[in-house]
């Protein structure tokens, strides 16, 4: 894990543009207030829309065994089990 470089309240004000651009591009800072950690900046994860084939296969062959069983139980433990349509009046 990378320690996140340190700004300055002022640095933050002065070259917006400068850390915004890095910022984009990936990279977080900590900002300082009188030499005090006082908050983060990190990029927002965008969201992808596409997975090709090859990496689908790579996540899958990686994810956990799933046991039907215990899986129905699962379900069936938090979903509600009443057949009634709490709709109807």
Same mark, same amino acid.
């Not at 320690?3 to 990279?27: K, W």
């Not at 977080?28 to 950690?37: A, E, I, K, Q, Y």
């Not at 908050?39 to 829309?49: A, D, F, K, S, Y």
């Given at each position: 894990?990378?320690?996140? /470089?340190?700004?300055?309240?002022?640095? @933050? %004000?002065? &070259?917006? $543009?400068?850390?915004?651009?890095?910022?984009?591009?990936?990279? *977080?800072?900590?900002?300082?207030?009188?030499?005090? /950690?006082?908050?983060?900046?990190?990029? @927002? %994860?965008? &969201?992808? $829309?596409?997975?090709?084939?090859?990496?689908?296969?790579?996540? *899958?062959?990686?994810?956990?065994?799933?046991?039907?069983?215990?899986?129905?139980?699962?379900?069936?433990?938090?979903?509600?089990?009443y057949l009634d349509d709490p709709y109807a009046h």
């Amino acid at each position: 894990m990378s320690v996140q /470089p340190e700004i300055t309240q002022r640095d @933050l %004000r002065n &070259r917006s $543009r400068e850390i915004m651009d890095a910022i984009q591009g990936g990279q *977080s800072f900590t900002v300082t207030r009188d030499g005090h /950690p006082v908050g983060q900046l990190v990029p @927002l %994860r965008r &969201r992808r $829309r596409f997975v090709s084939r090859q990496e689908f296969a790579t996540m *899958s062959r990686a994810a956990p065994d799933i046991h039907l069983d215990t899986f129905r139980a699962d379900q069936d433990a938090t979903a509600d089990t009443y057949l009634d349509d709490p709709y109807a009046h």
